[in-house]
Nanobody, 128 residues
């Protein structure tokens, strides 16, 4: 397994944009292979899929409910996977997690069991 670290969370205003980063400690280049997913967990709710990037052919996938407000990009030079969110709403308040599998996923990106490494999460709070 790879140790993942999320960063970039914080307190923002509704309508703001925010960028989160996911990196791997130790085997830093591991974040630039396989598939990296982003999930979030709001207070009192289960964890939900946000989006994912598969490095093979650099393909991204997003939760239908969030399309248009976010983008995921990989930076192989910096060995990070970044999640940009715009037009943030109070309901986007959650702990955001990145997860990684060494496999190139072609389906079921939202299935948590497909990912074998997880970060500790970073808190994003959107105030109204």
């Amino acid at each position: 397994q790879v140790q993942l670290v999320e960063s970039g969370g914080g307190l923002v205003q509704a309508g703001d944009s925010l960028e989160l980063s996911c990196s791997a400690s130790g085997r830093t280049s591991a974040i630039s292979t396989g598939t990296v997913g982003w999930f979030r967990q709001a207070p009192g709710k289960g964890r939900e899929f946000v989006g994912a990037i598969r490095w093979f052919r650099t393909t991204t996938y997003y939760a239908d409910s969030l399309k248009g407000r976010l983008s995921i990009a990989g930076d192989s030079a910096k060995n990070t996977v970044n999640l940009k969110m715009s037009s943030l709403k109070p309901e986007d308040t959650a702990v955001y997690y990145c997860a990684r599998t060494p496999r190139n996923l072609f389906a079921e990106f939202d299935d948590e069991s497909n990912y074998d490494s997880w970060g500790q999460g970073t808190q994003v709070t959107v105030s109204s």
